[in-house]
């Protein structure tokens, strides 16, 4: 069975810096892909981020990028030049590719609560 | 874009009532999951479709079953609700043609059980 961990339940920043999110993960799978929800007040998941895990290369959208270690099963997430609206919970969430080019559910971690401040 | 829709969006019910959600996926999107998220939770898996068959199944109680119909919307059926089905139910819909397949989510159903 997959696990997703995210060891920072809380974490803040000043508006306009950078934070960075942890997320390790656990599998014996090798064909699977990681995600970054954005799930602000209004509670609506928002995808923020994706990463193959064949692709070396790590994923970045606009100020958000990750850095993805496939050996050490770590995916963290950098938030640059943060904003006010960056103010929601974060989870990170694994989904192994089942075979025949479809994929499984997503399995999420508990959350990191993230408070960008003026 | 279009994007995923949910209804209702906010549901009370007494306990031992029953509850239909439905899901309208994004268009050309051939696949729907239900996920459960509990109060400062993370979402859990409950089940998914894929052209109107079951394909997966997770934490889904037996009390609860779903379906998916020809039009790709799917539903949600609760029967013998109890005070912990409160929680905030999200719709997700994907495609599988090929592409690296990513789950869009609805806004989700609010139950409250009381």
């Known amino acids: 069975a997959q696990t997703v961990t995210q060891s920072q339940p809380e974490m803040s920043v000043q508006e306009a810096e950078t934070v960075t999110l942890s997320c390790t993960y656990d599998?014996?799978?090798?064909?699977?892909?990681l995600f970054w929800y954005k799930q602000p007040p209004s509670r609506q998941m928002i995808l923020v981020i994706r990463?193959?895990?064949?692709?070396?290369q790590n994923a970045t959208e606009n100020r958000f990028s990750v850095n993805f270690q496939k050996a050490a099963k770590s995916f963290s997430l950098k938030i640059s030049d943060s904003q006010l609206g960056d103010t929601a919970m974060y989870f990170c969430a694994f989904m192994k590719m089942v075979g025949g080019g479809s994929q499984g559910n997503l399995i999420f971690g508990k959350g990191t609560k993230l408070s960008v401040k003026p | 874009a279009a994007g995923v829709i949910q209804s209702p969006r906010h549901l009370i019910k007494e306990k031992r009532e029953t509850a239909t959600l439905k899901c309208y996926p994004i268009?050309?999107?051939?696949?729907v999951y239900w996920y459960q998220q509990g109060p400062g939770q993370d979402p859990q898996f409950l089940i998914s479709f894929y052209e109107k068959m079951q394909s997966d199944k997770g934490s889904i109680p037996d009390r609860f079953s779903a379906q998916q119909f020809s039009d790709y919307h799917s539903e949600l059926n609760m029967s013998s609700l109890e005070l912990g089905d409160s929680a905030l139910y999200f719709c997700a819909s994907s495609t599988r043609t090929g592409e690296v397949e990513t789950q869009y989510f609805g806004p989700g159903t609010r139950l409250l059980v009381l």
């Open positions: 268009p050309r999107h051939d696949t």
């Open positions: 990463q193959e895990a064949y692709k070396q």
């Open positions: 599998t014996s799978e090798s064909n699977y892909y």
